[in-house]
């Protein structure tokens, strides 16, 4: 085995796409939304809070999840939206705990008002779903080293793929390339480490890229 190879596998580079499935459910008030919240799948709560990254649907960058947006946009309510929009789902498990918090902070909110706002039927909020499909590109790396090169090639799907989507798929919640680092027996804990704090939920897939590619270039330039 070539020396600084993985002795478990080679790490081979995927890419993605978000098919979106509607789930026949909306909602037209703060209570509606509520109840839905808790009745859909938890597949629709990813989409609506990791979706937007491969498929941006509004303008405004202040909130990075489709429940705030909706709120702020059609609700009009501008505090909730702030409470909405300031939840990162990288800080819950999975997705019942995130489902629970949303509960939480929309039953606080409903107790405190006087009044439910209504929106237009052509308003509402549909909740949706999707599947992912993977694509392979064919490439491969084989060293650690290789992520240099690799990691600003990818497309920010791959990218959505390999260090967001995969935290659904791998023990610990953790990314592709960090699982990968482990089977190297330990040699790239330090790395490891340095991934393990970045949070992907606040930055688009290209400035998350971009950071992915810094840490890995100046980690492999510094350890010659």
Request: aromatic letters at 12%; proline letters at 3%.
């Amino acid at each position: 085995m070539p020396e600084g190879q993985n002795s478990n596998k080679t790490f081979e580079i995927k890419d993605c796409a978000l098919a979106a499935l509607a789930t026949g459910k909306k909602s037209q008030n703060l209570k509606e939304l509520n109840r839905n919240i808790g009745e859909v799948e938890s597949g629709s709560l990813y989409y609506h809070f990791w979706g937007g990254l491969l498929q941006p649907r509004f303008d405004d960058p202040e909130y990075n999840n489709d429940f705030a947006s909706w709120i702020r946009h059609t609700l009009h309510d501008k505090v909730l939206a702030e409470q909405i929009g300031i939840i990162d789902p990288t800080e819950y498990p999975d997705l019942e705990e995130l489902r629970d918090r949303l509960h939480e902070i929309i039953e606080a909110r409903l107790d405190e008002l006087q009044h439910l706002a209504w929106c237009k039927i052509d308003e509402q909020f549909h909740f949706i779903t999707s599947q992912i499909v993977v694509f392979d590109t064919k490439k491969t790396i084989y060293k650690a080293e290789d992520l240099v090169d690799a990691i600003p090639n990818m497309t920010s799907s791959s990218i959505f793929y390999h260090f967001i989507d995969s935290r659904r798929r791998t023990y610990g919640n953790i990314d592709d390339f960090s699982t990968w680092l482990y089977g190297f027996e330990g040699k790239y804990n330090e790395l490891i480490h340095l991934l393990s704090n970045i949070d992907p939920f606040f930055s688009s897939l290209t400035e998350l890229r971009s950071q992915l590619s810094n840490i890995v270039t100046n980690y492999f330039m510094e350890s010659r």
